[in-house]
């Protein structure tokens, strides 16, 4: 089954959708319309890469969006006593996990609020039953959207998949 990039007159990356009928729905927000492999659309998803049209072909870019969950090296080059400690950072991961969450959660709500979506309604009440009490940071450096969709039962789209 294809998978689409649906791209702004600009070229920039505005939609993705899984199955021609979601292109349909998400049409009307753009220009152009690129088919890709299942792994670029899942890296898209998973907010691991990026694309962006130019010179009318498709270009990727990988992104740096994974929760840091260990000192990286600017870290471990400040002086000791400057230095994170380890519950820091995994405090810091748990805290970006959180502020995901709760963005999410808005930029769901502005949609609903206009729209009756049954997806997009499980889907945030997917999102508010996270218990934001009990969060642990990842045990391996993944992007956001990786950790929310390991999450069980989660439903499995991207925002960029929004109508």
């Not at 230095?83 to 502005?110: C, F, M």
Request: net charge negative.
């Amino acid at each position: 089954m294809a998978k689409y990039l649906i791209f702004n007159s600009d070229g920039y990356l505005k939609k993705i959708a899984e199955t021609d009928n979601e292109k349909n729905q998400l049409l009307e927000y753009s220009y152009i319309v690129r088919s890709c492999t299942d792994q670029e659309f899942e890296d898209i998803k998973k907010n691991k890469k990026t694309a962006k049209i130019e010179n009318d072909n498709v270009v990727y870019s990988n992104l740096s969006t994974n929760i840091q969950i260990s000192l990286d090296a600017d870290e471990l080059a400040r002086p000791e006593a400057e230095r994170l400690s380890a519950d820091q950072v995994s405090t810091a991961a748990v805290e970006i996990i959180k502020l995901n969450i709760n963005s999410y959660i808005e930029i769901l709500e502005q949609y609903l609020n206009q729209n009756n979506d049954e997806y997009w309604s499980t889907y945030l009440t997917a999102l508010k039953n996270i218990d934001q009490n009990t969060i642990v940071a990842p045990s391996s450096e993944v992007t956001f959207e990786e950790w929310l969709f390991s999450q069980p039962n989660f439903p499995q789209k991207s925002l960029l998949q929004l109508p």
